[in-house]
């Protein structure tokens, strides 16, 4: 009796054991919920289109820096101004390097990718490339200005940039600028 009694204890022991192992098995093939962040870095390809950018505006091929552009993206600058649409951006960069800036260069840039999945302060959630840069423009006039400029550029769902937000200081610009005729 007593070795009837220790091999059903000793099956009931290898059947609990058995039972408990299975569910841990298959609990280590689902993913705990863990709860988004609010931030998180996003693609360095984001970083490669920012870097392209600047590439093409300083090389004034201004077909391949407006493709990165959606139809309805919008540009702001810290000063209030803005330009809504990428025909009106296009038209106005296009100007600027065609006719008042005659050389402008981009150097000790920085670039941050960020997905943002709570918008919470900020305009909408979604891909953000934040980036830093100092630029040297030279304009048709002879005069020169450098500066640290700040831009904030929002990509669409077909990596398409829709928002700019450019923070810059318009003074140096300004007396930069060769005079109007």
């Known amino acids: 009796m007593k070795?009837?009694?220790l091999?059903?204890?000793c099956a009931t022991l290898f059947v609990a054991c058995k039972k408990e192992a299975?569910?841990?098995a298959s609990s280590t093939s689902e993913t705990p919920d863990t709860p988004t962040p609010p931030t998180e870095f996003a693609d360095n390809k984001y970083s490669d289109i920012g870097k392209k950018m600047l590439a093409d505006l300083s090389k004034n091929d201004m077909d391949s820096?407006?493709?990165t552009f959606a139809e309805d993206a919008k540009y702001y600058w810290n000063s209030g101004d803005s330009l809504v649409g990428k025909p009106a951006i296009e038209k106005y960069w296009r100007d600027r390097r065609g006719n008042i800036i005659e050389t402008i260069t981009f150097e000790k840039e920085i670039w941050l990718p960020?997905?943002?999945n709570e918008k919470g302060n900020i305009p909408m959630?979604?891909?953000?490339l934040l980036s830093w840069y100092r630029t040297t423009a030279k304009y048709k006039g002879g005069?020169?200005?450098t500066q640290w400029i700040h831009s904030t550029y929002h990509f669409n769902s077909e990596d398409?940039?829709?928002m700019v937000n450019q923070y810059l200081d318009r003074v140096p610009i300004m007396e930069a600028m060769p005079p109007k005729k």
Do not use: Q
């Open 3 to 5: 070795k009837l009694i």
């Open 125 to 128: 959630d979604g891909i953000w």
């Open 160 to 162: 398409k940039i829709d």
């Open 65 to 67: 820096w407006t493709a």
């Open 22 to 24: 299975t569910p841990k």
């Open 143 to 145: 005069s020169s200005m």
């Open 114 to 116: 960020v997905k943002v």
């Open 7 to 9: 091999i059903v204890l």
